[in-house]
């Protein structure tokens, strides 16, 4: 099975070959999810680049060649100018991270960009005495873009920087010969050409061809998904012998090898660059969001369109419409809302990566939050990533062992003298030792030197039984084979630790049926019996049942070797076997797996209850699959696979019924077989579905064919080739601890502890933002119309202005800001774990319900409310309202400097000039008041604002303490600014609009209330956004 | 303008006139402690007591205050004049009332009306200034004496001409005659002297509802050459003579009752200006508390105008 991978990988290749005849007109549509035939040429591109840099010829070039080649030797290395010279040209052996700039700066800078140059522009045509006003305008507008700019991308910076900085926390040092000389460099410097040394558990630094190594084997898994250290001897360099690739570990041995490519011309770098060619979706917060600017500049724009139509059919000059045009928009468009989200995201990120969870890409936080489909790896995710002993047989009885997180509890019973013997072979027939030197470190989290099975029965005994080192020393080795692939056992012999006892020991495991056929006796409570067909019948069932567990089982014999043959003198030599290895007596069975995290269940019954389907998708074994997946809760405990129904009904498989089985396991051979529209039926047809033995590279087929059915995509990755799947999803999560760079790279989102349950905090985090950016955009959404009425008043009906362009953006992006970002500090109205995720195409971020409530209700009701307040300040200087209706000319005229109010009083131009910005301060006020009463009713969408809580959130009263200040500071310390336009405000007039903002909160509980009583009906549909 | 609004919400509540008439003679003296006395009863019966009243209460007040930070204040530091003015815009602690409008004060507008202050006209050429005096006679048609004497009373001159009384009632106005202005009535000249290089140009105050011009002291116009020669105006002729704002016309107590008011006028008749160049001239308010150097508003006491007459 494992030699599939490579085949797997391969026909990755060739398949883009197939999308190149595509493009020429074979017409062949063979690979979906792709539209963009640019994007596909480049894909095509550079995966044929990959394909052609793969066929290297260094594996095959003798070592003389090779010097010759690079311009080395492998006994003195490079010289350090050569090296230097070399690192100047080639670059640092690192891989570059790809840059993106991040979708969402790009929106608010056309607008702004437009209005400024339309300001300009103004400015430019205008005369020179008149145009001040327009430029304190398009400073301001170009103070806005550029501030907004900057902080996006501070924002954007500060989480890429967090990104960086833990990629190099853990520098990477590289042993390598230069000037003759050993010496330690950052692996950053290596070059082409340089000898390195590696040592057991190194990273290999760069890729490298191998000159000499003594007893090392590789690890390539991270690269090709293979799980064990496999022997190749391909042409493919990939699956060849002597080149290692970087980011490969080597666990046991040493090595030396040459340099032949670094940084990005490693394979790892061209699979890295591979990934970041793979079709970025754009994430759905961004497709929310732009959806949202269609929605506002559709209604900007045609309003704009509209009204300067109008304005210039009522023979206003082009010119004043243009203005009028730039108000219109002004007024439209959120101005402070980027920084809004961008904010409330970063704090959402923050949020979560206190919980583990460390967002690369801010819009990322979203996406989580609308996940319907989690495709997650198994080891390290859902298990413990160790092999930890499950079971023991012996004495015709299974028992069960600690497998959680620190194995404290072991509960089962070790009083009887088949276990003593049983724990001794465990402890004897081993080879792996604790690294020195971690006395202090808690048994479990000790490294051990050693393979992973070595490992678990190492701590295992360490646990159980204290200091195994000791009982080692105590039963001196005297001769040991390893463990190989043809033998399947492996077997030490030892002098025993008890004095009077000149027998030598011979312990031995290895794969349970070979054991056995080496054993007559076998021990019950103590007692040698003979092996009769009675026990060996037990000892299959018990080998049956733990192996169904998914479990590797280990057959543990010993054998006393009798003194009078085996003197202590006695010279054992293991390549003639001159000792029995025949007759031995079994003493018991073993059972190890990679346990379940013990967070995993639950985090796995969250997501089911909030809708989130889980798919497991894990290179290992079927049955090893099947029961993690059964464990943890991804396949439930009632459900059943076809395969299960057969066996349970004793019918064929082919003979069950579809329909009855939830649960399914396919294998990559399988997968291999199908065709997209059998994934498709697999994937809609099974609520519960485990992937066993797939490559990484079937990831992004599972992973294209989820995307399909319209989901929202999460996948778990800690493999460099997990990276394209990781790219193609729409949220790529990346494992902290073991995932290769290249993945978190991909990755949108790291894992700082390798979870899953991290991730369902995470969703829980992704939901809650997407209801408060919900109600931040309502919130900022309502106060545009009381910023566009004017407007539209002031043109058709003539009144004097009532409220600035400077000062609406004093509104924007002055006393809303703080508000709005409070709203995502709101808590869930209800439990948002038991919803379904939003579809992506029916609940949108903004939805008709919103924009007409937010823009006719709330909208409206504040406009009224802020002419109130206008009209207000208007009547009591002397003009009353019916006076102010076509003022506007006259109004406006600066020679006219007499004009008369409602009661016959002659006002000055300045004095009508001081009395508009008056105005403006009226209005802004009556807005801002109104927004408290805003703020405060958009802290809920469905329930009241009692049940929520008014005190619970407190960095909303933090806003609306802002916005009172803000608005304050405006009118009393900068009222003498007249740039600004704002004026000092007469106290009684900050309290006019406050009926109103009662009113509305009044207005918006009865609202609440029918959703409440009626769901369901007209109401509920339409007034609930 | 903010009380009259309010008053015509309020009940009536005829106080205050004959008070207000008894005191007037000695308001230098007991001004201050009559000023108290009147905001303490105003606390008490704020929403139903003669508004009227307290306007021109407030209105003196704040012409008091301008007044005194006119004199004092040019040496004290930036900051503590802010917190004045601050002071002044949001709290007065005597009325007990926060103010809004910058203290208001006399804004002056000429006639003829022009869509700027340029006058320049060429005194051969009627064409040139023949809409000065179109403007000129029917800005006038209002002061037509038989209309006057028809509508208006002849009142007492030298004192203000207080009405009590409902506030809903009808206020009288008095007359302001068309032949007061002597030559520049266009009675005797119909072209204003524009058409001998010796044109009329009428200033009016602004009128502001209950304000009167400052205590008793009629307010006095003058002009003279704002830049430059002084010589370049040789000689100006005021009509009425006094070159001031008589006082019985005011306070003025807004054209809803006020209905015939007319705004006393001043005329200046520019006799002997320097011709073919541009003078600019500034006619300046001059009286008691009158302030008539504000930057900003360039109308607030004063009028800044070009004569520029060719011949």
Same mark, same amino acid.
């Given at each position: 099975m494992r030699l599939k991978t490579p085949e797997i990988y391969s026909v990755e290749l060739s398949g883009t070959e197939d999308v190149g005849k595509t493009d020429t007109g074979d017409g062949k549509e063979k690979y979906r999810g792709l539209k963009d035939k640019r994007l596909e040429l480049k894909k095509n591109h550079q995966k044929e680049e990959l394909k052609k840099e793969v066929d290297l010829e260094d594996h095959k070039l003798s070592i003389k060649e090779l010097e010759r080649k690079y311009g080395t030797n492998i006994v003195t290395g490079l010289s350090s100018t050569q090296a230097a010279e070399l690192l100047a040209r080639n670059g640092p052996n690192a891989l570059t991270p790809p840059k993106e700039t991040p979708e969402i700066v790009k929106f608010p800078q056309a607008d702004g960009a437009i209005l400024c140059w339309i300001a300009y522009g103004i400015q430019y045509f205008n005369d020179k005495s008149s145009s001040l006003d327009s430029v304190y305008l398009g400073c301001v507008l170009a103070l806005v873009v550029i501030l907004t700019g900057i902080f996006a991308y501070y924002q954007e910076a500060k989480s890429t920087n967090i990104m960086a900085s833990f990629s190099k926390m853990i520098p990477q040092q590289a042993l390598v010969i230069r000037d003759s000389e050993k010496k330690t460099v950052p692996a950053e410097q290596l070059v082409v050409g340089d000898i390195v040394e590696i040592k057991g558990g190194d990273k290999i630094p760069a890729d490298i061809r191998l000159l000499s190594t003594q007893g090392c084997k590789v690890d390539n898994s991270s690269l090709t998904g293979n799980l064990t250290p496999s022997l190749r001897t391909h042409d493919n360099p990939l699956e060849a012998e002597n080149p290692w690739n970087k980011m490969s570990t080597s666990p046991v041995g040493t090595a030396t090898g040459m340099v032949i490519n670094t940084g990005d011309r490693t394979i790892i770098g061209q699979i890295a660059s591979l990934a970041s060619g793979v079709g970025h979706e754009k994430t759905p917060i961004a497709i929310e969001i732009e959806h949202f600017v269609h929605i506002v500049a559709g209604v900007a724009v045609s309003i704009g369109i509209l009204f300067f139509i109008i304005a210039v059919s009522m023979k206003y000059y082009v010119l004043d419409s243009i203005i009028f045009l730039i108000g219109i928009i002004v007024a439209n468009v959120p101005e402070g809302l980027l920084a809004t989200v961008t904010v409330t995201l970063s704090l959402t990120a923050k949020r979560m990566a206190k919980k583990?969870? @460390? +967002?690369?890409? @801010?819009?990322?936080v979203e996406t989580l939050g609308s996940t319907s489909i989690i495709c997650s790896d198994k080891t390290g995710t859902l298990t413990q990533n160790r092999m930890t002993v499950a079971h023991l047989w012996f004495d015709n009885q299974i028992f069960v062992a600690d497998t959680s997180e620190d194995h404290s509890n072991q509960v089962f019973d070790q009083s009887s003298g088949t276990w003593a013997s049983l724990s001794k072979i465990i402890t004897l027939c081993n080879r792996a030792e604790f690294r020195p030197g971690q006395e202090s470190v808690p048994i479990m989290k000790k490294v051990v030197v050693g393979d992973a099975s070595e490992t678990a029965l190492l701590k295992f005994s360490e646990v159980i039984l204290g200091d195994v080192m000791e009982i080692r020393k105590r039963n001196r080795k005297v001769a040991e084979i390893p463990f190989n692939s043809t033998n399947k056992f492996q077997l030490s012999i030892h002098e025993t630790d008890d004095p009077s006892d000149k027998r030598f020991l011979m312990v031995m495991k290895g794969a349970p049926e070979r054991v056995l056929e080496k054993c007559s006796t076998i021990m019950v409570n103590g007692q040698e019996q003979p092996l009769d067909d009675s026990t060996a019948e037990a000892f299959h069932t018990a080998y049956m049942e733990l192996g169904g567990l998914g479990e590797r089982v280990l057959g543990f014999c010993h054998l006393y070797l009798p003194a009078d043959k085996f003197p202590e003198t006695y010279s054992f030599d293991v390549d003639t076997v001159n000792f029995p290895t025949s007759n031995l007596c079994f003493v018991g069975l073993l059972s190890m797996i990679d346990p379940p995290r013990s967070t995993v269940p639950d985090a796995v019954t969250k997501c089911r209850s909030a809708g989130i389907k889980v798919i497991m998708v894990t290179g290992d074994h079927p049955i090893t699959a099947k029961a993690i997946a059964k464990s943890v809760g991804i396949i439930s405990a009632n459900s059943e696979t076809v395969e299960d129904i057969a066996k349970r009904l004793n019918i064929p498989v082919e003979q069950v019924s579809k329909r009855d089985a939830k649960a399914a396991v396919v294998t990559g051979m399988e997968l291999k077989d199908m065709s997209p529209e059998q994934l498709d039926e697999l994937l809609t047809d099974y609520s519960e579905i485990v992937f066993a033995r797939t490559s990484p590279q079937q990831k992004l087929i599972i992973v294209e064919g989820c995307q399909r059915q319209d989901a929202v995509v999460a996948v778990t990755g800690d493999g460099v080739n997990d990276s394209p799947a990781l790219k193609k999803a729409d949220i790529g999560i990346a494992m902290g601890i073991a995932g290769s760079d290249a993945a978190k790279n991909a990755a949108d989102m790291v894992l700082l502890d390798d979870n899953f349950a991290s991730i369902v905090t995470g969703v829980e985090e992704g939901r809650l933002i997407f209801d408060n950016l919900k109600k931040t955009i309502a919130y900022t959404l309502t106060k545009n119309i009381a910023e566009l009425c004017p407007f539209l008043i002031y043109i058709i009906a003539g009144l004097p202005l009532p409220i600035g362009t400077i000062t609406i953006l004093f509104i924007d992006l002055g006393t809303d800001i703080i508000p709005s970002i409070a709203l995502a500090y709101e808590k869930a109205e209800s439990d948002i774990m038991n919803r379904k995720p939003r579809h992506k195409k029916k609940d949108r971020l903004v939805n008709a319900p919103l924009a007409i409530y937010s823009y006719l209700h709330i909208g409206l009701m504040q406009a009224l409310g802020a002419f109130v307040v206008y009209f207000t300040v208007y009547a009591q200087e002397g003009f009353r309202p019916s006076a102010l209706i076509n003022l506007r000319v006259e109004w406006e005229k600066?020679?006219?400097?007499d004009l008369e109010d409602s009661y016959g009083q002659e006002w000055t131009q300045y004095q009508r000039k001081y009395l508009e910005w008056t105005g403006y301060t009226a209005f802004f006020v009556g807005i801002m008041i109104q927004q408290i009463a805003d703020l405060i009713i958009r802290k809920t969408r469905r329930n009241s604002i009692f049940q929520q809580g008014l005190f619970r959130n407190k960095v909303i009263w933090v806003g609306i303490a802002s916005q009172i200040i803000i608005a304050l500071i405006l009118s009393y310390g900068l009222g003498s600014v007249s740039a600004l336009n704002f004026t000092m405000l007469r106290p009684q007039y900050w309290f006019v609009a406050v009926p109103h903002a009662i009113l509305i909160w009044v207005y918006d509980e009865v609202r609440k209330l029918f959703i409440r009583l009626y769901p369901g009906s007209w109401w509920d549909k339409n007034m609930y956004y | 303008m903010r009380r009259q609004l309010r008053s015509r919400r309020a009940p009536a509540f005829p106080y205050g006139y004959r008070y207000r008439l008894d005191d007037q003679d000695e308001v230098n003296q007991n001004y201050l402690a009559d000023e108290e006395e009147e905001a303490e009863e105003e606390a008490r019966v704020m929403v139903v007591h003669d508004l009227e009243e307290e306007e021109e209460e407030e209105e003196k007040e704040e012409e008091e205050e301008e007044e005194e930070e006119g004199q004092g204040q040019p040496t004290s530091n930036a900051l503590w004049q802010k917190l004045q003015i601050v002071n002044e815009h949001l709290w007065d602690p005597e009325k007990r009332m926060s103010l809004a409008r910058t203290g208001q004060s006399w804004r002056v507008m000429i006639r003829p009306f022009a869509h700027s202050l340029n006058f320049n006209f060429n005194v051969s050429e009627p064409d040139t200034w023949q809409h000065y005096v179109i403007s000129l006679n029917g800005f006038l048609q209002g002061y037509n004496d038989s209309l006057q004497e028809e509508m208006n009373v002849d009142c007492p001159p030298g004192q203000y001409f207080i009405q009590d009384g409902n506030e809903d009632e009808d206020k009288k106005a008095c007359q302001f005659k068309r032949s007061f202005l002597k030559n520049c009535s266009g009675l005797e000249d119909p072209t204003f002297g524009y058409s001998t290089g010796q044109p009329c140009i009428l200033l009016k105050m602004n009128r502001i509802v209950g304000f009167r011009p400052e205590l008793g002291d009629p307010v006095k116009v003058s002009c003279k050459v704002q830049r430059g020669d002084e010589n370049d105006i040789r000689s100006i002729n005021y009509y009425p003579e006094s070159a001031s704002f008589d006082l019985r016309y005011y306070p003025y107590y807004g054209k @809803?009752?006020? +209905?015939?008011y007319t705004s006393p006028l001043v005329a200046m008749h520019f006799t002997d200006v320097v011709k073919n160049q541009a003078v600019p001239v500034q006619c300046q308010l001059k009286g008691k508390g009158i302030i008539n150097d504000v930057i900003n508003d360039r109308f607030v006491g004063r009028v800044i105008f070009t004569l520029n007459i060719e011949t």
């Open positions: 583990n969870c @460390l +967002v690369k890409n @801010l819009e990322a600066d020679s006219v400097n | @809803l009752t006020h +209905v015939n």
